[in-house]
């Protein structure tokens, strides 16, 4: 029964889907990030990322837990968490986080094929149908982490049998104690005198019986009120002003609370756990509803926060267990529960290292898993693609012999494989050569142009220009290597030219991102631009982040030579300046970025240690706007701003934005590439 029912939701999910996006995007808690639900935008990952799915705040305090011992463990894991909750999505954290697809099979199999997860981990409750069957043929193993029987099941257990069926053979790993008290609780946003009563995560009716309750303390002490639910903030605002209280929002207190102010109404996501640490008591809500079966105490307990509760904790059974709470029978017996709680001293918080290192040890054979090969992205457009490549098949050469040498630095993707940096390594080796690009973005006109900016030259060309190396650009290659070679040029790189058939080389290079080798398939299914055997035309074939693909030999001839290298952080760029690494503020880092491949410009910064607090990506060559340009100086206020060399091209130079310079550090065939280079009659420095 149980099967035949997963079947049913998978069938219908496949049906209803158009219906699905239209409900996404109109649909106002799920159309702020609809985009990532319905699998469209990728999160910024790279793939091999461990994916750990944590619908909620509560569950991600087991994320927040865990990360730390994962990177100790595992220092080159990324970690990608997603969540349903829109309060989850927008909570600070320093990891990687999106919003999990919706349970159709379009979106989940589309969003695996871009993320291209090594393994997943389910957070205590979740179980969906459509990402399991999706995970299972993509082949992508799942593992259930601290599995209960909660409201994220709830919705499966009027079927009968489905969620057995959806459990059956999922390893899970279950701590010997609740990951979320172990989670370091964060520091609180305000301050306030005296004592305060915490209500946390209320529902309807708990928070006329906390302020019932709270009215019979002598003296009351300050109470602070945080609704399960965003949306119930306007009810209970409507409920304090009946009750003729002084209160204040969170949003309107600033740092400390005023001493006339009786009853702060939290309206601002993620600074709950925070108050758990300077109050004196605290009710956990959800524990007079048996629908909910009581929100957890873990983060009460990671402060060390006396705690209150209700008769309901069948949700989180275990970790009430381990908690030693006032308990109230009901609502008129808060009053003596709340009055016993503000007595008792503070406990210590648990000890998390050895319980955190036996979790991570236990999810060793997830993490050493595969990272799932390349998929086509759009395989419904694999007819169209057929058209794509005769045409480009067919394409005409018109080659002409440059009066100088030339190197072509390209790609088989439209875009995202790294070639311009390897344009800027070899004309930083090649005493005499320039880079010329036919500089897209650049405004219009065919006259070849040696300097301006990113409107003049296109912004790949204007930043290099910015880093002092000699560029051309023109749409008509042949004139622009002419034009370098009258301006005193003995070598011209041209940039993105592999595709190019107007100049004859002298030497070709095609470069691959090893991560995308393929870039999803042929355009319009993904952006690889031409054939696969287009790599029999390479000499050179330069893999970026890791080998090339096992394809990638078959098709490239016996006498090509290749090269490995990373690209890594060099320095700085700050209003003109160019500064060491070291030198950027400690303090939360903003990030943007418009480039193909932003995923891993982000993975970049956290690898680098950065506090990165908030990302926004943009289209490759965006062309910023006056809208852009505001939200990037509100930024500023918060954070570090940090953006790429290619971007920093497209803004204006006076704005205090940080441009993280890269550069290409070959790990192979470094010797082998030299020497043939030196072939045209230079030599390489170093």
């Given at each position: 029964?149980?099967?035949?029912?997963?079947?049913?939701?998978?069938?219908?999910?496949?049906?209803?889907?158009?219906?699905?996006?239209?409900?996404?995007?109109?649909?106002?808690?799920?159309?702020?990030?609809?985009?990532?639900?319905?699998?469209?935008?990728?999160?910024?990952?790279?793939?091999?990322?461990?994916?750990?799915?944590?619908?909620?705040?509560?569950?991600?305090?087991?994320?927040?837990?865990?990360?730390?011992?994962?990177?100790?463990?595992?220092?080159?894991?990324?970690?990608?968490?997603?969540?349903?909750?829109?309060?989850?999505?927008?909570?600070?954290?320093?990891?990687?986080?999106?919003?999990?697809?919706?349970?159709?099979?379009?979106?989940?199999?589309?969003?695996?094929?871009?993320?291209?997860?090594?393994?997943?981990?389910?957070?205590?409750?979740?179980?969906?149908?459509?990402?399991?069957?999706?995970?299972?043929?993509?082949?992508?193993?799942?593992?259930?982490?601290?599995?209960?029987?909660?409201?994220?099941?709830?919705?499966?257990?009027?079927?009968?049998?489905?969620?057995?069926?959806?459990?059956?053979?999922?390893?899970?790993?279950?701590?010997?104690?609740?990951?979320?008290?172990?989670?370091?609780?964060?520091?609180?946003?305000?301050?306030?005198?005296?004592?305060?009563?915490?209500?946390?995560?209320?529902?309807?009716?708990?928070?006329?019986?906390?302020?019932?309750?709270?009215?019979?303390?002598?003296?009351?002490?300050?109470?602070?009120?945080a609704p399960r639910e965003p949306s119930r903030v306007h009810a209970v605002a409507k409920l304090l002003g009946a009750r003729g209280v002084r209160w204040a929002r969170r949003s309107a207190i600033g740092e400390v609370v005023g001493a006339d102010v009786q009853v702060v109404l939290l309206d601002k996501v993620g600074e709950l756990a925070g108050l758990y640490g300077g109050a004196r008591a605290a009710f956990v809500g959800g524990t007079f509803l048996p629908a909910v079966g009581g929100h957890s105490p873990a983060e009460g307990l990671a402060a060390g926060c006396p705690l209150v509760r209700g008769p309901e904790v069948a949700a989180n059974a275990a970790a009430w267990a381990a908690a030693a709470a006032d308990i109230a029978a009901t609502p008129s017996a808060l009053a003596g529960a709340v009055a016993a709680a503000l007595t008792?001293?503070?406990?210590?918080?648990?000890?998390?290292?050895?319980?955190?290192?036996?979790?991570?040890?236990?999810?060793?054979?997830?993490?050493?898993?595969?990272?799932?090969?390349?998929?086509?992205?759009?395989?419904?457009?694999?007819?169209?693609?057929?058209?794509?490549?005769?045409?480009?098949?067919?394409?005409?050469?018109?080659?002409?012999?440059?009066?100088?040498?030339?190197?072509?630095?390209?790609?088989?993707?439209?875009?995202?494989?790294?070639?311009?940096?390897?344009?800027?390594?070899?004309?930083?080796?090649?005493?005499?050569?320039?880079?010329?690009?036919?500089?897209?973005?650049?405004?219009?006109?065919?006259?070849?142009?040696?300097?301006?900016?990113?409107?003049?030259?296109?912004?790949?060309?204007?930043?290099?220009?910015?880093?002092?190396?000699?560029?051309?650009?023109?749409?008509?290659?042949?004139?622009?290597?002419?034009?370098?070679?009258?301006?005193?040029?003995?070598?011209?790189?041209?940039?993105?030219?592999?595709?190019?058939?107007?100049?004859?080389?002298?030497?070709?290079?095609?470069?691959?991102?090893?991560?995308?080798?393929?870039?999803?398939?042929?355009?319009?299914?993904?952006?690889?631009?031409?054939?696969?055997?287009?790599?029999?035309?390479?000499?050179?074939?330069?893999?970026?982040?890791?080998?090339?693909?096992?394809?990638?030999?078959?098709?490239?001839?016996?006498?090509?030579?290749?090269?490995?290298?990373?690209?890594?952080?060099?320095?700085?760029?700050?209003?003109?300046?160019?500064?060491?690494?070291?030198?950027?503020?400690?303090?939360?880092?903003?990030?943007?970025?418009?480039?193909?491949?932003?995923?891993?410009?982000?993975?970049?910064?956290?690898?680098?240690?950065?506090?990165?607090?908030?990302?926004?990506?943009?289209?490759?060559?965006?062309?910023?706007?006056?809208?852009?340009?505001?939200?990037?100086?509100?930024?500023?206020?918060?954070?570090?701003?940090?953006?790429?060399?290619?971007?920093?091209?497209?803004?204006?130079?006076?704005?205090?934005?940080?441009?993280?310079?890269?550069?290409?550090?070959?790990?192979?065939?470094?010797?082998?590439?030299?020497?043939?280079?030196?072939?045209?009659?230079?030599?390489?420095?170093?």
């Open positions: 029964m149980g099967r035949a029912l997963v079947g049913v939701w998978l069938v219908v999910g496949v049906l209803l889907w158009p219906v699905l996006c239209v409900v996404v995007w109109i649909h106002p808690r799920l159309r702020s990030h609809a985009g990532e639900r319905l699998g469209f935008f990728a999160p910024e990952v790279d793939p091999g990322a461990l994916w750990i799915h944590a619908a909620s705040l509560g569950e991600g305090r087991i994320v927040a837990a865990l990360a730390p011992a994962l990177a100790a463990a595992h220092p080159d894991l990324e970690v990608l968490r997603t969540c349903t909750s829109p309060t989850a999505r927008t909570a600070p954290t320093p990891l990687a986080t999106c919003c999990a697809p919706v349970d159709s099979l379009p979106s989940v199999l589309a969003w695996l094929d871009r993320v291209r997860p090594r393994a997943l981990v389910l957070v205590e409750a979740e179980l969906w149908p459509a990402l399991l069957a999706g995970c299972r043929w993509r082949g992508i193993p799942v593992v259930r982490l601290a599995p209960r029987s909660g409201p994220g099941t709830a919705r499966l257990r009027a079927l009968p049998g489905l969620a057995a069926a959806l459990g059956a053979g999922l390893p899970a790993v279950t701590p010997s104690s609740d990951l979320k008290a172990l989670a370091p609780p964060p520091p609180a946003r305000f301050a306030w005198r005296g004592d305060a009563l915490l209500g946390a995560c209320t529902h309807e009716g708990e928070e006329a019986a906390l302020l019932d309750a709270w009215a019979t303390l002598t003296p009351p002490p300050l109470l602070i009120l008792r001293p503070r406990s210590a918080p648990a000890a998390a290292g050895a319980v955190l290192t036996s979790v991570v040890a236990e999810l060793a054979p997830w993490i050493a898993t595969a990272v799932p090969p390349e998929r086509p992205l759009r395989p419904w457009l694999a007819p169209f693609a057929g058209v794509w490549l005769l045409l480009a098949a067919l394409r005409p050469a018109r080659l002409r012999r440059a009066p100088i040498p030339v190197v072509a630095v390209g790609g088989l993707t439209a875009g995202g494989s790294g070639k311009t940096p390897v344009s800027a390594w070899l004309v930083e080796r090649l005493p005499g050569a320039a880079v010329v690009a036919r500089g897209y973005g650049r405004r219009r006109g065919g006259e070849v142009r040696t300097c301006g900016g990113a409107s003049e030259l296109g912004d790949e060309l204007a930043m290099l220009a910015r880093r002092g190396l000699p560029v051309v650009s023109s749409p008509d290659r042949f004139a622009g290597v002419a034009a370098a070679a009258r301006g005193g040029a003995r070598l011209a790189v041209l940039d993105d030219a592999f595709q190019a058939r107007a100049v004859a080389r002298d030497l070709d290079i095609v470069v691959l991102d090893a991560r995308w080798p393929d870039g999803g398939g042929p355009i319009p299914v993904g952006t690889r631009r031409g054939l696969r055997s287009g790599l029999r035309r390479a000499d050179v074939i330069w893999s970026h982040h890791g080998p090339p693909p096992e394809w990638a030999r078959l098709h490239a001839r016996d006498d090509a030579l290749w090269v490995e290298s990373v690209l890594e952080p060099v320095a700085w760029r700050f209003r003109g300046e160019r500064l060491p690494l070291g030198a950027l503020p400690a303090r939360p880092v903003a990030a943007l970025a418009g480039i193909a491949r932003p995923s891993g410009f982000f993975r970049l910064l956290r690898r680098m240690g950065l506090p990165v607090a908030a990302t926004r990506v943009f289209q490759d060559h965006h062309a910023f706007g006056w809208r852009d340009l505001q939200a990037i100086e509100a930024w500023k206020d918060d954070y570090v701003v940090v953006v790429t060399e290619k971007d920093a091209a497209r803004l204006p130079e006076g704005l205090s934005l940080w441009a993280l310079e890269v550069a290409v550090r070959i790990t192979a065939g470094e010797r082998e590439l030299v020497d043939r280079l030196e072939g045209f009659g230079y030599r390489c420095p170093g």
